[in-house]
């Protein structure tokens, strides 16, 4: 496929393969179908302009400056292994790109197989999707967004960069039933409680990962009302899925240990701070992956190395 904006053709191509360089380097891209996709997805064209943050609050670059310098500036940063800002508004990030590294870690969590049909929640710049479709094929691939601007501007990249998967405003929360079933499931923005309508959408034996507190879960689907997985290793940081609210998560934990901030944001709505400090000394600092979420019927909670141990907190209603 001939790459579009034949001005950024070689640049945009020698930074992408630095960057696919940089993330193998620490050991997350492993998988060579995920490798080629990094690899071939052009991801200048998923974010044609985008803010970083400065003193004075947030600065615009776009591929269109008049300026060279800033121009290659903008070109550098769409390629460096970071979160970027895609959408401000009144000062405020409603919606970003998240780091390539991370998303290539969530990818591989998937475990996708020839086939699978996969549902996004948050089409964000469209580039995520595109990762997708490269591996599986456009017609697997179904990403929705609570927002029709953002929805649009994800189509328009991904057209750009020659892929036409299913981009669709809607409320992620409720899924996408019209192109269920999936076999996969993943969101690229923070829940606070996994939303039922996922689990229904899903074939026995799919797979859901979403970020949730400061981490990301991955569950096991039995069926359409029970779910059940542990958290991965690594902290995650994503923008709210929109219309739903979010779960408080205190900003610093004990000496700056982000292992707190991640189970503080976990059973914020059971355990006060002082309650929740106690647990995490008592139990050791527990890592991430030593915690799990089970949903059953119309309950659903977390819990620490145990789904029926002692220590379990009831999520909010989905």
Partial sequence: MAEPWGDFAGAGARERRALVREIEADGTLSDPAWRA?????????????????????????????????????????????????????????????????LMALMLQALDVRDGDDVLEIGAGTGYHAALLC???GEEHVTTVDLEEEIAESARNHLAAAGYRPAVLAADGARGCAEHAPYDRIVATCAVP?????????????????????????????????HAEGRFLETSAYFVALRGVAGRPVPRHGPAGDERFRFLSGLVAEVLDRREALSLWLREGRPERERFGVTVSGDRQWAWLDEPGGPYAWPLPAA
Avoid: K, M
């Fill in 193 to 225: 409680a996994v939303p039922f309508p996922w689990l229904a959408q899903c074939r026995p034996g799919a797979l859901v990962l979403a970020p949730l507190s400061t981490g990301l879960v991955l569950l096991r689907v039995r069926d359409g009302s």
């Fill in 134 to 136: 490269h591996r599986l």
């Fill in 37 to 101: 996709a990094f690899a071939a997805v052009p991801r200048h064209l998923f974010v044609p302009s985008y803010y970083v943050s400065g003193a004075g609050g947030y600065e615009r670059l776009w591929a269109g400056d008049p300026d060279p310098a800033r121009r290659e500036r903008w070109l550098r940063g769409a390629y460096a292994d970071t979160a970027i800002a895609t959408r401000v508004r009144d000062g405020e990030l409603v919606s970003s790109a998240s780091q390539p590294s």
